[in-house]
């Protein structure tokens, strides 16, 4: 297979080098064109990024010249990492001159022509791509915390009915970008306060498990509440949930079981950057820990342990994802290989 030119918007970025990271190698897309900020353009991408990643800058892109916003790009297909200060004008603007924008920014999350997928769930939802105007479309992935609830919550939805949801997360400092909380603030500390964050967690995974029905999305009816927290953790969200139902699931084991037997179309398809097992559950008491689990399955798979009675509700568990791979970089390339392996994007 020919493989498919690719851009990445906000290439300097921690979101932005971490597409570099994963898409280095990939059978299906090739990175052509890096774009970022006017003060990185005319740069070899090695002078412009200051590279935090644990492997080196692929030689492929390390002598790309990074180009600004306001130049013309040829490649069909545009990863987003743009802070959403930029994004959603950057992103429209694309769109309207032919680009498949697949974004990691919260702009069009909840426009209800963009569809915001997780493939496991809901890739019916990029029908919504038609009802755009413009000749190129926007398709995004959630906030990085609702990514892993979501993966968690949906099995379970779909057979016994989520109700009510309370979650408590322990988000890593990575997910604020670099450098993100500065040292004095978050070392030997938790801040109990991520800006907009409860509100994303709160409305998202209304829409990622809601059904599409005449072209528009309605929204699962179940509630969210959230309480998010920065700790000094550097990859890796942990979330403590209690769920309760609209039927009461027979035993914990049906719970378990529903967890570990999930698979979805990635599954199905086999695609690239899918995780053989979505949800994987682990059985010791003190797991999942992101020093140990975060890299399970690549990175992709949403870790969940402690599956045990709620007395408030039913159910309660810790779940935990990668937060800059699943949560970010990862669930957009995996979105990108859905859309061509469903032939929205022709290969």
């Known amino acids: ?8 918007l906000g290439a300097t970025g921690a979101v932005g080098q971490k597409f570099v990271k994963l898409l280095e190698g990939h059978p299906w897309f090739e990175v052509r064109e890096l774009v970022a900020s006017t003060r990185s353009s005319g740069k070899t991408y090695r002078q412009a990024a200051q590279w935090k990643q644990n492997t080196p800058i692929p030689d492929s892109v390390a002598d790309l010249i990074v180009q600004d916003l306001d130049q013309d790009l040829q490649s069909p297909v545009l990863f ?3 802070d959403s200060s930029v994004a959603g004008e950057a992103e429209s603007r694309y769109a309207q001159k032919g680009h498949w924008v697949i974004s990691n920014s919260k702009n069009h999350r909840m426009d209800a022509d963009v569809p915001l997928v997780i493939p496991e769930i809901n890739p019916d939802h990029f029908e919504l791509v038609h009802r755009q105007p413009t000749s190129g479309k926007i398709v995004t992935n959630s906030n990085c915390s609702t990514m892993f609830l979501a993966m968690a919550l949906y099995p379970l939805h779909r057979r016994w009915g989520v109700r009510r949801v309370m979650v ?3 988000q890593a ?5 670099y450098p993100g909380v500065p040292s004095w603030d978050i070392l030997g500390n938790v801040v109990p306060y991520i800006s907009d964050e409860e509100e994303k967690m709160q409305t998202e995974p209304q829409k990622i498990l809601g059904k599409l029905v005449n072209g528009q999305i309605e929204m699962a009816s179940f509630r969210v509440s959230a309480s998010c927290n920065r700790v000094p953790v550097i990859e890796g969200h942990t979330e403590s949930l209690s769920i309760e139902f609209d039927q009461k699931p027979s035993s914990l084991e049906d719970v378990v ?12 398809k086999k695609l690239p950057f899918a995780p053989m097992r979505p949800v994987v559950v682990l059985p010791e008491p003190d797991r999942p820990q992101p020093l140990r689990d975060v890299d399970n399955q690549g990175g992709m798979a949403c870790m969940v342990g402690r599956v045990r009675p709620c007395p408030l509700f039913d159910v309660k568990m810790t779940i935990l994802g990668h937060n800059t791979i699943r949560g970010a970089a990862g ?3 995996l979105n990108a290989e859905a859309l061509v392996e469903l032939g929205y994007v022709k290969r």
């Open 1 to 8: 297979m020919k493989k498919i030119p690719v851009a990445i």
């Open 80 to 82: 987003s990492g743009l």
């Open 168 to 170: 408590t997360t322990l």
């Open 173 to 177: 400092i990575s997910g604020a970008g």
């Open 257 to 268: 079981s529903a967890l570990q037997d999930f698979r979805g179309l990635p599954q199905e």
């Open 331 to 333: 669930a957009a390339i």
